[in-house]
């Protein structure tokens, strides 16, 4: 194992309770949300003492923090390969709102269609059906998304396709699209595109493209809390030309130039489109992170992380009964990013989760992992079904599955004793566990928490 790349992140020596015991935390939740770098917090700490509000502060610390503020927007640019004359990068909260905030921003109406992939996040969906028509493309066996049913979409829906929104990489079957051949069908057809880069962002290189290249990317979302810096930033970065026409979602301060009762004069972007003050210490945090996963080298990171998913699925497969869905073949690691979905015999997802975690220290996530479409295709499963378990409260019969998902600090031997864990399991040893229909959380019977052991406010 790389122990630089350990190194990097904090928190990775932490202990946890476990029914019996207490051990070293598994986190392979990185699809979630990563745990900071050590240098990330090292950054936040050393610029707190200096912070201040930004933009038309006069005193010092606001001076240096204005500077500093638009230091990240340049490094941020950078990590995405977008250029200050085409592109304006938008700070924010996280991937869901920059993409909430594209799709107003786009001025669609009804009359225009959107086609995103079946495999969507939510994140990536309801926006695009709140504002368009949206047409969705199918997938292939495997669970990736159709470039033939794509190639048809765009045929059927000709001039009337304003927008192609993708994910970069899917946060269930870590299914890596070839993003820049969908951004050249998309702009031949006279539309725009739009990436989802959640899940891609601190895996893989991101590269924009300029405007006049047919494979570039007009449009990229990406959250902070992915990228190893968990301090509540986001970012929207696309073409400045749709952001100098029309007008911003949220108004307020910040975003003019002057104001009579009666007028305004809209500031120019990005500050029309950040409304309030900013979150500066997210915005240094987020291009701290991103500086230092081009430090360490994304193609050092995907390397490591092919090793991973490689060693992963093919261990995966000596545990009985235990059912890999999406692409599960060992040898197409470096295609795709490291999220395994995978469900354990007949056991519901979420006990399976809640074993790992309360008896072995393993962080994973069950469910439907906020691709409902996508997970019941996967499944085979009846949405109407389905629907109204969760809808009658008895969650724990909803049907889902486990997902591990790395990131650049995670080794082999974690994976060992994830496999471990899950033989043991399949074989029954595990505490007896109760169901809540209504979260849908099992939890061993007798068992009490105690959180402020480990940390109080
Ligand atoms: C593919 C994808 N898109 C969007 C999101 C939304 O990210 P956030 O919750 O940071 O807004 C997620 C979060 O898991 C995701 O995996």
Request: with cysteine; net charge neutral; charged share 20%.
């Amino acid at each position: 194992m790389n122990t630089e790349l350990r190194g990097c992140v904090a928190g990775i020596s932490a202990k946890v309770p476990l029914l019996q015991g207490e051990k070293p935390y598994i986190n392979f939740d990185n699809a979630a949300s990563t745990p900071p770098f050590v240098d990330v917090m090292r950054a936040v700490n050393d610029y707190i003492p200096w912070y201040s509000s930004v933009h038309r502060g006069n005193g010092f610390k606001s001076r240096m923090s204005t500077e500093l503020y638009e230091q990240a927007r340049c490094a941020i640019s950078d990590f995405v390969g977008a250029n200050h004359d085409e592109h304006v990068v938008i700070f924010g909260k996280n991937a869901t709102e920059a993409i909430n905030k594209l799709s107003y921003r786009l001025r669609l109406t009804k009359r225009d269609v959107v086609l995103i992939s079946h495999l969507e996040h939510h994140s990536n969906d309801l926006p695009w059906r709140a504002r368009a028509t949206v047409k969705r493309i199918g997938l292939t066996p495997d669970g990736g998304i159709s470039k033939t049913a794509y190639r048809e979409l765009l045929q059927k829906y000709g001039g009337r396709v304003r927008l192609v929104a993708i994910s970069g990489a899917s946060n269930v079957t870590g299914h890596i699209p070839d993003i820049h051949w969908f951004a050249r069908k998309a702009h031949s057809a006279g539309a725009q595109i739009a990436v989802d880069c959640a899940q891609l962002a601190a895996h893989r290189p991101i590269d924009m493209k300029r405007l006049d290249d047919p494979e570039h990317l007009d449009y990229i979302a990406i959250s902070a809390h992915k990228m190893y810096a968990p301090f509540g930033s986001g970012a929207l970065i696309g073409r400045r030309d749709t952001f100098s026409q029309g007008l911003p979602e949220y108004r307020g301060g910040g975003t003019v130039d002057f104001v009579t009762p009666k007028q305004v004069d809209w500031a120019s972007q990005p500050d029309s489109e950040e409304a309030g003050s900013p979150n500066v210490v997210g915005a240094i945090a987020m291009a701290r992170a991103a500086k230092q996963l081009q430090a360490i080298g994304m193609d050092v990171i995907a390397a490591h992380e092919a090793k991973l998913i490689a060693y992963a699925l093919a261990r995966l497969q000596e545990v009985p009964g235990v059912t890999i869905y999406g692409d599960a073949d060992p040898a197409g690691a470096h295609t795709r990013s490291g999220v395994i979905p995978f469900a354990l015999q007949d056991m519901p997802p979420n006990l399976v989760a809640a074993i790992l975690g309360i008896e072995w220290g393993i962080g994973v996530r069950s469910g439907c992992f906020c691709a409902h479409p996508y997970v019941m295709d996967l499944l085979g499963a009846d949405p109407n079904h389905v629907r109204s378990h969760i809808l009658h409260d008895r969650r724990d019969l909803a049907p889902g599955l486990v997902r591990i998902s790395f990131g650049l600090y995670n080794t082999t031997t974690e994976i060992d004793v994830l496999i471990q864990a899950l033989t043991a399991i399949a074989d029954g040893h595990h505490a007896a566990y109760t169901a809540d229909g209504r979260t849908g959380q099992f939890t061993p019977i007798g068992m009490e928490e105690n959180f402020s052991d480990y940390f109080a406010l």
